[in-house]
């Protein structure tokens, strides 16, 4: 059998001055994720303050929302401009793979990060004795790990299937799900298998999530110490916000019925493609002492660079 051929990303295009408009805000929005999380990144590098367990599984978060985005957001902003919306199937494939695996592997490091924070809040004297270099590293290397493996099972289930149709795919992108269903043969078997990806993935990672904040939340309520508390919940705080955004948008993406609007459909599933991962550097910025810290050491060794 030949490559089939190539797939036209429908997208909005019934409503082309939509298109436009979001074209200026996904642009922005995209440059913000790069500087952004670029930042994070060399602050979290270059400053030995934040060589700590949380900081380090923050910097493989903020990596992993550029990979993210870089694999499908170029390619949306070119569409919103043009008239021939068409994807090889390579390239299809490949976005579809790699922002696949970035989603799963998101999954997983939150439930990681959420376990540090278990240990910091409710094991601190023996934090650094659990919480050891090679341990977060095997951490981030299970993560990123389980979510390629995952992506690489469903991609060659995918590409398997024979397409014989138009292939249009009603999406900004090529969504896995979107994918399999243009296919002319049987996919009962794609269908499982996401099923229980998303099951291991997205319901599994959130219940480890919530149960370490509820031992988080008991060990908080027994501290006599006002600022104790006040201190445990603002390490918590930015973590739980960005919890709640990634999970709130993406079981609403699974869990919500299809609306008669496919619309508002592909609008969330962009909202969580891109605004999350623009936020993620923000929430993490924003009331940090030690991020602004950081940033402030480095624009003052800039700024005497540029003076000297």
């Not at 508002?264 to 891109?274: Q, T």
Request: glycine fraction near 4%; include cysteine.
């Amino acid at each position: 059998l030949g490559a089939p051929h190539p797939f036209i990303l429908q997208g909005l295009s019934e409503y082309p001055k939509v298109e436009k408009l979001l074209f200026v805000m996904c642009l922005m929005m995209y440059l913000v994720i790069l500087l952004g999380n670029s930042t994070l990144i060399i602050l979290i590098l270059l400053d030995s303050r934040l060589h700590t367990p949380m900081y380090f599984f923050l910097g493989n978060l903020s990596l992993l929302d550029i990979c993210y985005t870089s694999s499908f957001t170029p390619s949306v902003l070119i569409h919103f401009l043009s008239q021939k919306k068409t994807i090889s199937f390579l390239r299809c494939v490949v976005q579809m793979s790699v922002s696949y695996t970035m989603a799963c592997t998101e999954c997983v490091l939150l439930a990681v990060m959420a376990y540090d924070r278990y240990v910091a809040i409710c094991n601190p004297l023996r934090y650094p004795i659990i919480m050891s270099k090679a341990l977060c590293i095997q951490m981030a290397a299970l993560s990123w790990g389980m979510g390629f493996l995952n992506s690489l099972i469903k991609t060659i289930l995918a590409i398997r299937l024979p397409f014989c149709g138009k292939n249009v795919i009603n999406h900004f992108v090529c969504e896995i799900m979107a994918f399999v269903k243009l296919a002319c043969a049987d996919i009962s078997l794609n269908e499982i298998a996401i099923m229980l990806g998303n099951v291991i993935f997205l319901y599994i990672p959130l219940l480890l999530i919530c149960i370490s904040y509820i031992f988080i939340l008991s060990t908080v309520l027994k501290m006599n110490s006002a600022e104790g508390r006040k201190k445990a919940f603002s390490t918590c705080s930015a973590h739980l916000t960005v919890v709640t955004m990634f999970y709130g948008t993406l079981l609403s993406i699974y869990m919500k019925p299809k609306s008669k609007d496919s619309a508002i459909d592909k609008l969330i599933a962009l909202f969580y493609g891109v605004v999350t991962p623009m936020l993620n550097p923000i929430i993490y910025s924003l009331r940090n002492k030690e991020v602004l810290g950081a940033l402030r050491k480095l624009m003052s060794r800039h700024w005497f660079w540029r003076k000297g």
